[in-house]
């Protein structure tokens, strides 16, 4: 299947099995709700981190089977959340800057504390040694996979990116921004392609 999901947010070609049929599903179902309790997008995204902090407290008892269960229950219903505050703001009309830059702090403070809590419940050098690297590159990850991700969509709809979006301001806004930047700047071979194209919509499809 091709056609992206109900809500238009994200291009099913490029999400993974989890997000397709778990996350994704389960948060466009809440989306009613949502709407219906007047929820806020950022209000989700605080949500989602009182959900992550759970998860991570859970985890700081890894070693007790039921305590694991629970940080895996409550993961995922973080996760939930973290697809669900999109849908809100994008249904309402209220994506901001600030609210793009919450949801990024809520997703990368919550893995960060996951890991920081294990790191405590192990005690060694050892362990905080790993649970800094996890933090740091996982910041990494997640930001270049959000990055991504919207080439894949602009450039699908034959956009070459020129314009940038909003801002919030502030260092944390450069920092989570700046990381991929990297990328950006070797993916810009492509993007003068497509802004010299005569027919950009047709060779961003193909």
């Not at 920092?175 to 060779?203: C, Q, T, V």
């Amino acid at each position: 299947m091709t056609s992206p999901p109900p809500d238009g947010s994200r291009d099913r070609r490029i999400e993974d099995p989890t997000n397709l049929w778990v996350i994704h599903p389960a948060a466009r179902r809440l989306l009613p709700v949502a709407l219906a309790w007047r929820v806020s997008a950022n209000m989700v995204s605080l949500i989602g981190l009182a959900l992550g902090i759970g998860a991570a407290v859970s985890y700081w008892n890894w070693a007790t089977p039921a305590a694991a269960v629970l940080g895996l229950v409550l993961s995922v219903a973080w996760l939930i959340a973290d697809g669900l505050d999109g849908m809100v703001a994008r249904a309402t009309g209220t994506a901001s800057p600030f609210g793009r830059l919450l949801d990024g702090i809520c997703d990368h403070g919550v893995f960060i504390l996951i890991y920081v809590l294990i790191a405590t419940h192990i005690g060694t050098g050892e362990g905080w040694a790993l649970a800094l690297a996890a933090g740091g590159t996982h910041i990494i990850q997640s930001s270049t996979y959000e990055a991504e991700r919207a080439r894949f969509h602009r450039r699908v709809r034959g956009e070459a990116g020129t314009a940038r979006p909003p801002r919030a301001g502030g260092v944390v806004e450069w920092l989570y921004d700046n990381i991929p930047r990297a990328i950006d700047r070797m993916a810009e071979s492509f993007d003068r392609l497509l802004r010299d194209s005569d027919d950009p919509k047709r060779l961003g499809a193909a």
